[in-house]
């Protein structure tokens, strides 16, 4: 039975719609008909039938709105944030997932020169921001408003909340439980939250200079590592980076010592489209292509012709046919005699190319022949023609397979030792 107007719907519920009328808010149409998107009560202006909810719509943050949110990230020039509320009248409280994070740019921080956005915030303070822009990407402000800024942050030393101080020239916060001390972007509602009380904007001391001591302390090219809390704590104002990471960074880079490389070797070969020499970070792979950067930078931007693609697939097909010969084959021998001997193998496949191994499986606890066996040729070719000519010969009277080994999986593992078990019955 389908709703009308004046009744309790449910999503899913389906909505009767008068001719003529058309699909309103909450509501959708599919095969059955109408059918109600939200909970609400059906209303009916005459010409449209939509679905009044009785719960608010979803919050979207717009241009101008101040959100409180929480540091979650510190990067070199931006502050990731995590906005929890957006402060203004209307809508529901929960915030849709495109809209949980924002950025904030070291220069939208506090009106004053910072290097880095961790010289003025830490991960986990929560702050009072404003939207300034909604695409591609939220980003946030904290400038230009006295209430704008950290509204609570905790001492990275000891954990617990940091209060305002003027004790110290450039540092605003302090710690009543250690000796921290350290500079926030802070907002009137430092401490308390909301926006009316004491004005405290002196304490970020806008347009002024760093001082010597402050300047040293201040995170220059976005170099201290702000990862955590606890950074300050652990690690100090400044500090050596540990041993292991040196070794890795020296690993990475080519640079330093610490047992590391002095530089990272670098692998001559030509380019595959081009045919210049260049060299290569790693080992060249046969059949893959190796382009020098004027190459790259050519099929990057889309600017190789036809003809020069075409003539590279020529070189990589060659190459990649020139690397298999030169691997071999490994060929599988079943149904063998169990009398056969390595030696006979040896004889036997050795008349048609160069073998580099032979072996008969064995049993591990009686060391009899289990049936087959594996020869490897140094040339594909001449594997694959004595594929052809010695399939179905004969070895002590019985009739060999031959053929090329999936030894590489599991799938070939088992078929060998099922077709080995299968001829011992």
């Not at 909450?26 to 005459?46: Q, R, T, Y």
């Not at 990731?80 to 409280?93: Q, S």
């Not at 946030?140 to 954990?159: D, F, K, M, Q, Y």
């Not at 070895?395 to 053929?403: A, C, E, L, N, P």
């Amino acid at each position: 039975m389908s709703a009308s107007t004046g009744d309790f719907v449910t999503p899913g519920n389906l909505v009767e719609v008068p001719a003529g009328a058309s699909l309103g808010s909450g509501l959708s149409e599919n095969g059955s008909g109408a059918i109600a998107l939200v909970s609400g009560i059906i209303i009916s202006d005459g010409d449209t039938i939509s679905v009044d909810a009785n719960r608010p719509e979803t919050n979207s943050p717009q241009i101008g709105d101040d959100v409180i949110a929480e540091v979650t990230k510190l990067m070199p020039k931006v502050a990731m944030i995590r906005i929890l509320h957006i402060e203004k009248d209307g809508g529901h409280r929960d915030l849709s997932a495109e809209n949980l994070f924002a950025d904030i740019f070291v220069t939208e921080i506090v009106d004053r020169f910072l290097p880095s956005p961790g010289d003025a915030m830490r991960s986990r303070d929560l702050i009072r921001a404003r939207i300034t822009q909604l695409e591609p990407n939220l980003k946030a402000s904290t400038r230009g408003s006295p209430e704008l800024g950290v509204l609570w942050a905790i001492c990275p030393a000891c954990g617990i909340e940091l209060v305002t101080s003027d004790d110290k020239q450039d540092f605003n916060v302090d710690c009543n439980r250690c000796d921290y001390s350290g500079y926030r972007a802070l907002s009137n509602g430092f401490g308390h939250g909301h926006t009316l009380g004491e004005d405290i904007q002196n304490l970020n001391q806008a347009g002024e200079r760093w001082s010597a001591e402050a300047e040293g302390n201040l995170g220059h090219e976005g170099a201290r590592p702000y990862l955590s809390p606890m950074a300050d704590h652990r690690r100090g104002p400044s500090h050596q980076a540990p041993q292991a990471a040196m070794r890795m960074r020296s690993a990475i880079t080519g640079k330093g010592g610490g047992g590391a490389r002095s530089q990272r070797v670098q692998h001559e070969c030509k380019c595959t489209l081009c045919g210049t020499d260049t060299t290569v970070p790693f080992e060249p792979t046969a059949g893959k292509p190796i382009r020098c950067k004027d190459c790259m930078d050519k099929v990057k931007e889309g600017k190789a012709t036809k003809e020069e693609l075409a003539a590279e697939r020529e070189v990589l097909t060659k190459a990649r046919s020139e690397a298999s010969e030169l691997a071999g084959i490994k060929l599988f021998i079943a149904r063998l005699s169990f009398d056969a001997s390595e030696d006979e193998l040896r004889n036997l496949f050795s008349a048609h190319g160069e073998i580099t191994e032979c072996s008969i499986a064995k049993d591990r606890d009686t060391g009899k022949s289990r049936g087959f066996a594996f020869v490897k040729f140094a040339s594909r070719k001449a594997g694959e023609k004595a594929i052809k000519e010695l399939d179905g010969s004969e070895i002590h009277g019985r009739k060999i397979s031959v053929q090329e080994s999936n030894d590489g999986g599991d799938r070939g593992g088992r078929g060998s030792r099922g077709r080995g078990r299968r001829n011992r019955r």
